[in-house]
C-alpha cells in the first residue's frame, strides 16, 4: 500500500500509512522500496515525506541502483534536487551493468553517467548544477561523455558536459571482450558509430 500511494503521489495516504507503521524499508520483488518507486514516479511530495520518515534514499535495489540512480535515468529533475538537498553523495556508483551491442559494456556509472546514457538532458544539466563531476569514471573506466556517446540519444548532452569541461580525451575501456572494437576515445567513438551529429562537437572539444 505504501508503495501503490508513494506512486500516485498521494501524500496524504502516505502519511497515513507512515503513521500507522508502515514498513519503510519493505521492498517489491526486484527490490524496489517505496523511496525507489517514487522517485521513479517523480513523485516529489510523497518522496519528501519518506524521506522525513527515515527513508534510506542510499541504499540500492536489487538492480544496483538507488533512488538518485532511478531518478537520473527517468529524467526525475525535482527528485535529484531532493535527494542532493539531503546531502548524499552525487557521484556515488550504481552497481548496474549495461550491455555493449558494438560498443564496450559498462558497469558502475555515476548519477550523471546515468544520466548521459539514456538522453535527459534536464537531468544531467540539474545533476551538474548541484556539483555532479564531470568526469566521474564508472566502474568499468567510462566517462559520461563516453556514455552519452555510446548511446547516441543526444547530441545536446555531449554539448552540455563539454561545456562543463568534460575531457573528451578519456579512452573507453575495451578490456576482457568489453567491445567488438578498438579502445577510442569519444571521438573515435563517435566516428565508430556513426554519431555524425556528435562528430564535429567533438572534433571542436579536441582542437581547443
Known sequence: PLMRAAIRDDVAIVTVLLDA????D????????????AAQADAVASLEAL???GADIGASSSNGMNALHHAADLGSVAVIEIIAAHGMDLDVRSEVVTQGHGHPRDRGSSALGIAAHAGQLEAVETLLALGASVDTLSASGHSP?????????????VAVLLAAGAD???EASCGAGGCSGEPGDALEWARRLNQHEM??????????
Open 21 to 24: 507503521g508502515a514498513d519503510l
Open 26 to 37: 519493505a521492498t517489491a520483488p526486484e527490490g524496489l522500496t517505496a523511496a525507489d518507486v
Open 51 to 53: 524521506v522525513a520518515a
Open 145 to 157: 561523455l563516453l556514455l552519452a556517446v555510446f548511446s547516441g540519444h543526444s547530441p545536446d548532452v
Open 168 to 170: 573528451p580525451r578519456i
Open 199 to 208: 562528430v564535429p562537437l567533438l572534433e571542436a572539444a579536441l582542437s581547443e
